[in-house]
């Protein structure tokens, strides 16, 4: 599931949006286009509570992936575990995020000087930039400027143009 959330962040970051979202363990009902439940809620309050443009969840989630991997990484549990916790970053000491920022060149992409990775890097920069052109007394320019300072993280470590703020 996450890297299933990873690639639509990607898909929409390549059609020049970013987007939150929050990814919860529990009980939930889905079938079709009905869906209830309390993971459902819980996962709906706290995308509406999220100020930054991530897909965050809880640290626990990878004592679950340790616990039920998938098929193929039976017996490789601690490297399904690493593998993940490499496309993420911590939010703070219980949640995490999909690390669209830097995870592209492992998940999608051939490397920050590969030819689709600059494309996704280059979109990304483009949105960015774009969004830092609003007012910067709203909410939607703070979420943008801390956007700015993770996207010029990545540019040091693959040598691209920083975001000018």
Not at 59 to 81: C, H, Q, R, T, Y
Not at 94 to 115: I, M, N, P, S
Request: overall charge neutral; aromatic content about 16%.
């Amino acid at each position: 599931m996450l890297s299933d959330c990873a690639f639509a962040i990607h898909l929409l970051i390549s059609n020049g949006f970013l987007c939150r979202g929050a990814i919860k363990v529990g009980n939930m009902y889905h079938k079709y286009t009905t869906l209830f439940g309390q993971a459902y809620i819980d996962a709906y309050l706290a995308e509406e509570n999220e100020k930054l443009p991530v897909v965050k969840f809880n640290k626990n989630l990878f004592e679950i992936i340790n616990s039920f991997p998938g098929p193929a990484n039976k017996g490789f549990e601690e490297w399904e575990v690493d593998f993940t916790k490499k496309n993420c970053k911590e939010l703070n000491n219980e949640e995490y995020y999909l690390d669209y920022f830097t995870d592209y060149d492992d998940r999608v992409g051939a490397g920050a000087g590969g030819w689709t990775a600059s494309i996704h890097y280059s979109k990304l920069r483009e949105i960015i930039v774009s969004g830092l052109r609003l007012p910067s007394t709203s909410s939607a320019y703070k979420k943008y400027n801390w956007a700015a300072d993770q996207f010029n993280l990545t540019a040091k470590n693959y040598q691209l143009k920083l975001i000018e703020k």
